[in-house]
């Protein structure tokens, strides 16, 4: 089973001052900056997974990447643009999530293949249409029409694809995408992407159903899945599910939500191998809205803020090296929890946190460096270094699960 | 430490028309304990106080170069004093009639609450926060400061104080380059570029720059005749150091950089650039678009294209000249019309030095080359 991360410019400054929280002036975004491959012992992924409505924009907003980055990207090719290990694999695709409130997809097949083909990707997924919705017992004559017309599209769209990557003779490995709306459909899909010739299929629009369905889905298209064919479940991880998933013949998945959680949810921040923990939160007095609005308000005294939020550092520092007890770590925390105006306490979550030290557990390259700072809930570069802290440790638990992975050849 | 105490600070009395205002030396660390910080605030529809939150990056800054060796505060902060401060003559002859020696006599009592402090921060609040934050014992800093006739003779100050007009452009890039010590971060970024702009242009009296095709023709506030614009060869350079060709002599751990390399880099593929335009090249933007904003960006593009990743000693195998040679079919730097393709056309100087144009051109070139 592997697990591809997709891209978002996702990487952290190696020159970045955790002390005084600043950047070097000379640092140049990206080219100077580390991805979560090169600050880790060993890459947490098997490969990246690049949209091209991140690099290029779509419909919903201009992209990820500025103009002479795109340019570079195109320049570079995506491997040296990432600066890829050997044995990190790249697949391409459009991001349909993007454009899913447009009739019809904004990019041609043409330009989706001249992205990959230009951009050196080793696979790239056939341009696809959403469906928006789960109906299991609906059928072709019953469904929502703009289902069934997006579902067909989807199919046409893919049969111009590998014909262009054949015409072309692309190196490419093409990989079919799939959409539908109930066990049948995707079945069907995916029994018409193999008569076109495809090898690799990407299940799409899965994100928003439940386990449960995810595996009715799968076992439907388990009986008329070929043996070589290998499936690629788009934007779903699931872990407690995995194995289920590849006796199914899932052969690989991305996802983005370990990384996300470390600054996206509201207790899940910090992974370990047994559990989650809720990360620290002392934001920062210059970067937190309500904060700023209470300051220019004359409601909080900005002298106080910066005091207790410097205290609250403070303490935890010490606390990390045995000078401070938990009793007043928790004290500087709950004073700033009430100078922020934080809607709810997390005094006992922090308690769990810092009772269990769990960074000192983990061996990962982060955590040995920056210790505590790595469950300090603050800003981009102490945010993003957990949730690659994260994503090695769903790698890690990934590779544990003994998976009889079904190998399939690659075409080509 | 007593709670209720005076400070005594010497001090010369200068008298401006009928004002007077008070010249001293305090210790920056102290300044908090008898100056309020006045910040906007409604009270009942009236606006009290005038002063913005501290802006905590710009704060940092300061404290950074505080702390850095050698650091100099020499403009004053200016405070408002209300009546309880007192200005005790000492030495009544001076030499010149209108500044009179004493002290200050200032009551500090910490009890008081932020709003009944004797002094007002007109000027300095960020440099004052920075002192009160920095790693240093001491910091004494010169002061000057007025007895005020109630809070809008102190907003009118304040206004005044503040209303600077911020140093031109053209004279910072200038000035850059042969800058020493610390600098607030933006500049500390662009004295690199600015160094090798400065070197294009010849500026420097070496005989090493002699062959830069850029040599006097970029103007600047000492070389008013040059006709490229300072920014536009600025943005080239900057772009291609951080996106392009010129990345590979930088250093990322410190941000330094082979200056040298990077200048046989520049003069390498702009030689070319001249040689193949030579007419374009010799005139001014209002006659050419190669000497024009978007001329130079579009070309910044092509170099990095063709040479990213090449070091300068390899570039003359690269054979540059052909590419160029390309592109003289396509560009109407002085006259006709740029014909993009998709029936897009455009006079020779319709294009503008906007984002779009650079684009348009820039794309318009990297397709010609291909």
């Not at chain 1, 799968?218 to 479940?233: D, F, G, N, S, Y």
């Not at chain 2, 910040?39 to 106080?49: A, C, F, N, S």
Request: proline fraction near 5%; charged fraction near 25%.
């Amino acid at each position: 089973m592997k697990f591809y991360f997709p891209d978002s410019q996702d990487l952290v400054s190696p020159t970045y001052d955790f002390l005084h929280d600043e950047y070097s002036p000379l640092r140049v975004r990206q080219r100077d900056d580390l991805y979560a491959h090169e600050v880790l012992s060993r890459p947490p992924y098997d490969g990246i997974l690049v949209s091209k409505a991140i690099v290029d924009g779509s419909v919903r907003g201009a992209g990820k990447y500025t103009a002479p980055q795109r340019a570079r990207l195109h320049r570079l090719g995506v491997r040296k643009f990432f600066r890829l290990p050997r044995g990190v694999e790249t697949l391409g695709d459009n991001g349909a999530f993007n454009y899913v409130e447009e009739r019809i997809p904004p990019v041609t097949v043409r330009e989706t293949l001249d992205f990959y083909q230009e951009c050196g990707f080793d696979a790239g997924v056939s341009v696809d249409h959403v469906i928006f919705g789960y109906d299991p017992d609906a059928t072709p004559e019953t469904v929502d029409t703009e289902w069934a017309e997006r579902r067909l599209l989807t199919l046409r769209l893919a049969a111009e694809f590998i014909e262009a990557v054949d015409a072309g003779n692309s190196t490419i490995q093409p990989v079919g995408a799939a959409q539908g709306w109930s066990p049948d459909s995707y079945a069907d899909s995916v029994r018409q992407l193999q008569s076109m010739g495809y090898r690799r299929i990407a299940l799409g629009g899965m994100v928003p159903l439940k386990t449960p369905d995810i595996i009715r889905c799968l076992e439907k298209i388990a009986e008329v899945r070929r043996p070589e064919t290998q499936l690629h479940l788009l934007g779903i991880t699931r872990i407690e599910s995995m194995e289920e998933f590849a006796r199914l013949g899932i052969a690989s998945f991305d996802s983005t939500s370990a990384f996300r959680q470390s600054f996206m949810d509201d207790r899940r921040n910090y992974h370990s191998p047994e559990t989650d923990y809720v990360a620290v939160r002392v934001p920062q007095v210059e970067g937190n809205s309500t904060l700023k609005r209470n300051i220019l308000g004359g409601v909080v005294s900005q002298r106080d803020a910066i005091r207790t939020e410097r205290e609250c550092l403070r303490r935890l520092r010490r606390y990390d090296s045995g000078d401070c007890p938990l009793e007043s770590v928790l004290d500087a925390l709950s004073q700033y929890e009430a100078i922020t105006k934080s809607e709810k306490t997390y005094l006992d979550a922090y308690r769990r946190t810092l009772e269990a030290t769990p960074w000192k557990a983990c061996s990962c390259a982060l955590c040995r460096e920056h210790g505590i700072e790595i469950i300090i809930f603050r800003g981009t570069e102490r945010n993003k270094r957990r949730g690659f802290h994260n994503l090695s440790v769903l790698f890690k638990k990934m590779k544990k699960l003994t998976l009889c992975s079904t190998n399939g050849s690659r075409r080509g | 430490m007593a709670d209720k105490y005076t400070l005594c600070l010497p001090a010369l009395r200068i008298r401006q028309g009928k004002h007077y205002i008070y010249c001293f030396g305090v210790d920056g660390k102290r300044i908090h304990d008898f100056t309020t910080v006045s910040r906007v605030r409604r009270e009942d529809d009236h606006l009290q106080g005038y002063q913005r939150p501290e802006v905590l990056s710009h704060i940092n800054a300061i404290r950074r170069y505080l702390e850095s060796d050698g650091a100099m505060l020499p403009n004053a902060v200016v405070l408002a004093f209300d009546e309880r401060v007192k200005f005790k003559v000492s030495k009544t002859a001076t030499l010149v009639d209108y500044t009179t020696v004493g002290e200050l006599i200032i009551p500090i009592d910490e009890a008081l609450p932020e709003n009944d402090k004797p002094a007002w921060l007109v000027d300095g609040q960020q440099r004052s926060a920075a002192i009160r934050d920095a790693e240093l014992a001491e910091f004494p800093i010169a002061a000057v400061g007025f007895i005020a006739d109630g809070q809008d003779h102190q907003r009118s100050q304040f206004i005044l104080v503040n209303n600077t007009k911020p140093l031109p452009k053209g004279l910072i890039h200038e000035l850059l380059p042969d800058t020493a010590g610390h600098l607030p971060a933006r500049y500390a970024r662009r004295q690199l570029p600015t160094r090798i702009m400065a070197r294009l242009n010849n500026e420097v009296t070496t005989q090493s720059d002699i062959d830069s095709p850029f040599r006097g023709l970029i103007s600047t506030p000492t070389v008013p005749d040059g006709y490229i614009k300072d920014n536009s060869v600025l943005k080239m350079i900057e772009n291609s150091l951080y996106e392009g060709a010129l990345y590979q002599y930088r250093d990322p751990r410190d941000g330094s950089g082979d200056e040298e390399a990077m200048l046989l880099h520049l003069k390498i593929f702009w030689g070319l650039v001249k040689a193949t335009f030579p007419e374009a090249w010799s005139l001014p933007p209002r006659k050419s678009r190669l000497s024009h904003g978007v001329g130079i960006q579009a070309l910044g593009y092509v170099m990095d294209h063709l040479t990213d990743g090449i070091p300068a000693r390899e570039l003359p195998t690269l054979d540059l000249g052909k590419p160029l040679a390309r592109l003289k079919s396509v560009c109407a730097w002085t006259s006709g019309v740029w014909e993009f393709g998709n029936g897009e056309s455009r006079r020779w100087n319709g294009l503008q030095n906007t984002p779009s144009d650079v684009r348009l051109l820039s794309n318009h070139l990297l397709r010609s080359i291909r």
